[in-house]
């Protein structure tokens, strides 16, 4: 399990020093709204397929800001059914469909997900759908709402700590967030088999120092 700053999925594409590291194929779901989720993952998004990275959102609307498809940035729209037996639409499992989906037919090495519900955990029913050798990783980038918000409050916190526990790496904007899920969200410190990364992303030379860490914790090495 890694902890990071949002640049941590950058540090996992690959050491640009390593030829044997290929570029890849990058599934990410955000809220498309005005807010730091739809900012930050569309510029991650962004800087990935910059960097050549295959990178594809899926979602019920395209990220406001998110340029329009390009030759390695595409959007998947996620259909979301009016079934009469339902009282609520549901918006869950059409998710975890859709992410299986795109990651059976593109071949995605990782699916990084903005906020834990229900992203998160639509990622992890999406990978539990494919076989384990298709199988992406799951990156899950914390939210402070989750935490804080009088709306979500404690009751999602089981869903919250499910994701968590349940994801290949899990990203952090900051120290102080991070510490915060660890109190809050019944979520175990590091032990000798949890290898925990905190990237600064001031310092350059801590970040290139720990790109292939990030490679290997997350099994994207290429043997």
Same mark, same amino acid.
């Given at each position: ?67 329009? $498809? ?70 899950? $980038? ?69 790109? *292939?860490?990030?490679?290997?914790? *997350? ?5």
């Amino acid at each position: 399990m890694i902890f990071g700053s949002l640049a941590s999925l950058v540090a996992a594409h690959a050491c640009s020093e390593n030829a044997s590291i290929r570029k890849l194929r990058i599934g990410i779901t955000c809220y498309p709204s005005v807010g730091g989720s739809g900012i930050l993952a569309s510029a991650l998004g962004e800087n990935l397929a910059r960097l050549g990275h295959e990178v594809h959102f899926i979602g019920y609307e395209r990220p406001f800001r998110l340029p329009p $498809d390009s030759a390695h940035l595409r959007f998947h729209p996620v259909v979301i059914n009016d079934y009469d037996l339902f009282k609520y639409p549901d918006y869950t499992l059409p998710l975890s469909v859709k992410m299986a989906e795109v990651s059976r037919e593109f071949r995605l090495d990782v699916l990084h997900v903005h906020y834990a519900v229900p992203h998160a955990t639509a990622a992890i029913l999406a990978r539990e759908m494919l076989p384990a050798k298709r199988q992406p990783k799951v990156s899950y $980038d914390i939210a402070w709402y989750g935490h804080y918000a009088p709306g979500p409050g404690p009751w999602l916190w089981s869903g919250h700590s499910h994701a968590l526990n349940r994801s290949d790496a899990v990203t952090a904007v900051s120290a102080f967030l991070k510490n915060e899920t660890h109190r809050l969200l019944d979520f175990p410190r590091p032990n000798r088999n949890h290898s925990q990364l905190f990237l600064n992303p001031r310092s350059t030379a801590t970040f290139l120092a720990n790109r *292939c860490v990030v490679n290997s914790d *997350c099994g994207l090495m290429k043997h």
